[in-house]
């Protein structure tokens, strides 16, 4: 009983220290740094191991390997391009 009343006055503790900073977060920013992830990190990741996974299945003789290799190098395009795609939305948005 005595662990379980700490407990709740350590969680109670907790969130009064954090909801200043949760209340101060903008929506904005949060976004924009998930964007800035997505597109500089996981995207060309994603295009790389297309490629890996295009070229593995050439090289084993895979009879879709013509249509892998094709569909790689399309995302491999989207994914390096996703910065430049996106200002172009922009830019026609403004």
Known sequence: MKIK???V????SLWMFLTPM???ASVESSLMA????LINTVLPLVGILGLVFAA????TG????R??????IMGAV????APSIIQFVQSLIH
């Open 5 to 7: 009343r700490y407990g």
């Open 9 to 12: 006055a350590l969680v109670g």
């Open 22 to 24: 949760m209340a101060s």
């Open 62 to 65: 895979s009879q879709n390997a």
């Open 67 to 72: 249509s892998h290799l094709i569909l790689a």
């Open 34 to 37: 998930v964007q800035s992830k």
């Open 56 to 59: 593995f299945s050439f090289f």
């Open 78 to 81: 989207v994914g390096f391009g």
